[in-house]
């Protein structure tokens, strides 16, 4: 195990990684650079027991959960997987081969860091170290699992939308096949994902042999599938580079827009559209139209530097204290963790702690973020010491201060502060 490069160091992002992926274009394997610490089977597992629980429970979170045979996705499994019976301790494998009725399975979970907050601090280190050593990616990063037996992936070969690390957690071994874009239209003739029999194309792959604590480089546009005999885990860490015009045109445009044409609520009825003549025909109302349009992209164009930062920010804000994982409405781990927070517990002396691998950002007197959520509280009772602390993930004891605790209980709404006094809950000191 060369858990040396764990975390990944500088000098790994800035040279050994962009040396051996031929500038972050090609695909690589690094050999045993996962310790079992950060990631394992089990956590991946666990994250499908939150699942399991949040379903018994009727919680609306996030996290997708997909099952295929062969490359059949199976939506009516899906209930069963989540609602059966759970498995005994080391029996997942025939348990999921009862369940869906066949000796070869995939399971796909999506969204797995909102699920297993083991993994979201495991793998959160390596998301960290990414984000330091080569970049930080707009939309963030998510955790997608590949748990099976599988003899193909189930979406057959295709081509990779955006950057990703592949996890390999084992315990099975893995092989992972690549081709370059260039060469499987080459071989195929076009882009179409290939399913059934592709053992041809498999001679002309790049071949990895993924052993547990690898992770292999496969950047965006590389053609891929994997294949296994025995089970496995692997968890995909995609990087969400998102296309500029995507980000405006879906979230930084719109919010300006609305902002400059939206309801008043002062006067919702606006200022209306007038009765038009008839005899003029349609263009008086034309030029009103394009007349108050051209006025408010004015206004836009005056307000869009602003506008801009200020989205731009808040992302980067969100991206910082949620770990650098991707921000989703109904984070499960999130849900569970400002459910068992009970401010009435943050007492003088009691320990609180903020849990890897989030973070907390003081933005204003009246303003802070924690776990990617924008919380109003008063921020001028939190003393550098205090935030440092909570920073570094170290358990603190409270001060006998009322205008902190308060602060506090408005902080730990997020799920991002765990008391700690009187709780024996692994969770609470992971
Ligand atoms: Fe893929």
């Not at 858990?3 to 972050?24: D, G, I, K, V």
């Not at 609520?265 to 108050?292: I, K």
């Not at 802070?368 to 602390?389: E, H, Q």
């Amino acid at each position: 195990m060369n858990t040396t490069l764990w975390p990944p160091t500088t000098e790994f992002w800035s040279r050994t990684f962009p040396e051996a992926t031929r500038n972050r274009t090609t695909p690589h394997l690094f050999k045993g650079i996962i310790p079992p610490s950060a990631a394992s089977p089990q956590d991946a597992l666990a994250g499908l027991e939150s699942l399991r629980r949040a379903h018994a429970a009727g919680t609306v979170h996030a996290a997708r959960a997909r099952v295929y045979v062969g490359e059949e996705r199976h939506d009516e499994l899906i209930e069963t997987v989540l609602a059966k019976d759970g498995w005994d301790e080391g029996q997942f494998v025939p348990w999921m081969q009862s369940l869906v009725g066949a000796e070869r399975f995939s399971l796909v979970l999506n969204n797995l860091e909102t699920a297993s907050p083991k993994l979201a601090a495991g793998l959160g280190v390596f998301l960290r170290s990414l984000y330091e050593g080569w970049g930080v990616p707009i939309g963030g990063a998510e955790q997608v699992a590949f748990a099976g037996n599988y003899a193909g992936t189930a979406f057959g070969v295709h081509e990779g939308a955006e950057d990703a690390f592949l996890c390999h957690l084992g315990p099975g071994v893995k092989d992972f096949y690549c081709w370059s874009q260039e060469d499987y239209v080459r071989l195929t003739g076009g882009i179409a994902p290939l399913k059934g029999d592709y053992q041809w194309l498999l001679e002309h792959a790049e071949r990895f042999v993924m052993e547990p604590g690898d992770a292999l480089f496969l950047p965006k546009r590389v053609f891929h599938v994997g294949r296994q005999d025995e089970f496995s885990i692997s968890v995909a860490v995609s990087l969400y580079t998102y296309p500029d015009d995507r980000l405006l045109r879906l979230s930084v445009l719109p919010e300006l827009l609305e902002r400059l044409l939206g309801e008043d609520p002062t006067n919702p009825m606006g200022e209306q559209s007038p009765l038009h003549a008839a005899a003029a025909g349609s263009a008086p109302a034309v030029t009103r139209l394009t007349d108050r349009a051209r006025a408010a992209l004015a206004d836009a164009d005056e307000q869009l530097g602003a506008a801009v930062a200020r989205h731009v920010e808040e992302r980067w804000m969100v991206l910082e204290t949620n770990g650098g994982w991707e921000n989703v409405a109904s984070d499960l781990g999130r849900m569970d963790a400002a459910a068992a927070f009970d401010a009435s517990r943050l007492l003088a002396g009691t320990e609180v702690a903020i849990p890897a691998p989030y973070q907390l950002r003081i933005t204003g007197p009246q303003q802070a973020y924690l776990r990617g959520v924008a919380v109003s509280c008063d921020t001028t009772a939190m003393t550098a010491g205090l935030i440092d602390a909570l920073n570094t993930h170290t358990p603190t004891a409270l001060p006998d201060d009322d205008r902190l605790r308060e602060s506090l209980a408005a902080l730990g709404a997020t799920g991002g502060i765990h008391i700690l006094t009187g709780s024996n809950t692994p969770e609470a000191r992971a």
